[in-house]
C-alpha cells in the first residue's frame, strides 16, 4: 500500500470521526440554550464533512495513473474497499465518543461565553485546569442509549432513510467516479467532472429534507413541544443511519462506477 493511500485512509478515518461529532453539537446547543454558537460551530463540521473527499482525488491520482498504464483497474476495487471500511469504522468510533465530546463541548461553550474569544479559549483548553476537565469529562457510551436503537417507536424513518441514502452518496461519490475513469480510461475526466453532480444529489437531500428536520426538532425542545430525551432519540437513529450510509456505500462503489462511466459515454 503505497504513502498516499495511507495518508488518504488516515484523513479520511479524521474527518469522518468529526462528521459524526458534529451532530452531537445540537444536542449541546440544547442542553446549554447557546443555539446561535453551537449551530456556528456545527455548521464548521458541515462544511468539512462535506468537503472532505475532495483530498482524496488529488491524493490517489498518482496510483490511478499508474493503475491506467498497467491495465488492470480491478487493482483499485481493494484499496476503494479499504477506504470505505476506514469511514465505517470511523463513524462507529464517533458515535462512541459522542457522550464525551457532549461534555467537553458544553464546556466549551460556556467557556466561550466567559472568555469571548476562541484563541483564549483554546490557550484555556491546553492549560491544566483545562486538561483535568476534560479528564473529567471522558464518559462511556450508556447501555439504554444503544438500546434505544431497538425501538422504532417516534421515529422519523424517512427522515433516517434519507440521511442514510444522501450519507451513502457523498461517501462513494469521489471514489465512484474515479473507479469509473478508470474503468474508461479515455473519459477519465469527464468521469471526475461527474463526481460534482453526484455529490450534489446528496446535498440537495440534506438541504431539503434532513437539515429543515433537524432544526425544526430543535426549535420544538426549544419551546417545549418535543422532549430532550425523543430529540437524543432521533440524533442516535440518525448517527446510526450514517454508519448504515457508509456500509451501504460498499456495495454502491461498483453499480455507481459503471452508471457514471454509461453517463459518461452519453455526453
Given at each position: 500500500m503505497s504513502t498516499q493511500v495511507l495518508i488518504v485512509l488516515i484523513l479520511t478515518f479524521i474527518i469522518y470521526i468529526?462528521?459524526?461529532?458534529?451532530?452531537?453539537?445540537?444536542?449541546?446547543?440544547?442542553?446549554?440554550?447557546?443555539?446561535?454558537?453551537?449551530?456556528?460551530?456545527?455548521?464548521?463540521?458541515?462544511?468539512?464533512?462535506?468537503?472532505?473527499?475532495?483530498?482524496?482525488?488529488?491524493?490517489?491520482a498518482k496510483t490511478i495513473e499508474s493503475t491506467i498504464k498497467?491495465?488492470?483497474?480491478?487493482?483499485?476495487?481493494?484499496?476503494f474497499r479499504w477506504i470505505l471500511f476506514s469511514t465505517t469504522l470511523a463513524t462507529i468510533i464517533g458515535a462512541l465518543l459522542m457522550p464525551t465530546?457532549?461534555?467537553?463541548?458544553?464546556?466549551?461553550?460556556?467557556?466561550?461565553?466567559?472568555?469571548?474569544?476562541?484563541?483564549?479559549?483554546?490557550?484555556?483548553?491546553?492549560?491544566?485546569?483545562?486538561?483535568?476537565?476534560?479528564?473529567?469529562?471522558?464518559?462511556?457510551?450508556?447501555?439504554?442509549?444503544?438500546?434505544?436503537?431497538?425501538?422504532?417507536?417516534m421515529i422519523p424513518k424517512k427522515i433516517v432513510l434519507f440521511n442514510t441514502v444522501a450519507f451513502a452518496i457523498t461517501t462513494v461519490g469521489i471514489l465512484a467516479s474515479l473507479y469509473a475513469g478508470c474503468l474508461n480510461p479515455?473519459?477519465?475526466?469527464?468521469?471526475?467532472?461527474?463526481?460534482?453532480?453526484?455529490?450534489?444529489?446528496?446535498?440537495?437531500l440534506m438541504f431539503i429534507f434532513i437539515d429543515p428536520f433537524i432544526s425544526m426538532l430543535t426549535d420544538d425542545v426549544i419551546r417545549g413541544d418535543c422532549s430532550q430525551f425523543q430529540f437524543n432519540r432521533c440524533v442516535i437513529f440518525i448517527v446510526g443511519g450514517l454508519i448504515a450510509g457508509?456500509?451501504?456505500?460498499?456495495?454502491?462503489?461498483?453499480?455507481?462506477?459503471?452508471?457514471?462511466?454509461?453517463?459518461?459515454?452519453?455526453?
Open positions: 468529526i462528521s459524526t461529532l458534529a451532530y452531537s453539537v445540537r444536542i449541546v446547543g440544547v442542553r446549554t440554550g447557546r443555539i446561535a454558537i453551537s449551530f456556528a460551530v456545527f455548521n464548521i463540521f458541515s462544511l468539512i464533512s462535506r468537503t472532505a473527499n475532495s483530498v482524496q482525488a488529488p491524493l490517489l498497467t491495465g488492470n483497474p480491478e487493482s483499485l476495487l481493494p484499496i465530546f457532549i461534555k467537553v463541548f458544553g464546556k466549551a461553550v460556556e467557556g466561550f461565553s466567559i472568555y469571548r474569544s476562541i484563541p483564549k479559549l483554546l490557550i484555556h483548553g491546553f492549560s491544566k485546569s483545562g486538561i483535568e476537565q476534560f479528564k473529567s469529562s471522558i464518559t462511556r457510551p450508556k447501555k439504554q442509549n444503544l438500546a434505544q436503537l431497538k425501538s422504532f417507536k479515455e473519459l477519465r475526466t469527464t468521469c471526475s467532472t461527474l463526481s460534482s453532480v453526484i455529490n450534489g444529489l446528496s446535498t440537495i457508509t456500509i451501504l456505500a460498499q456495495f454502491l462503489l461498483v453499480p455507481s462506477a459503471k452508471v457514471i462511466g454509461y453517463i459518461a459515454k452519453l455526453i
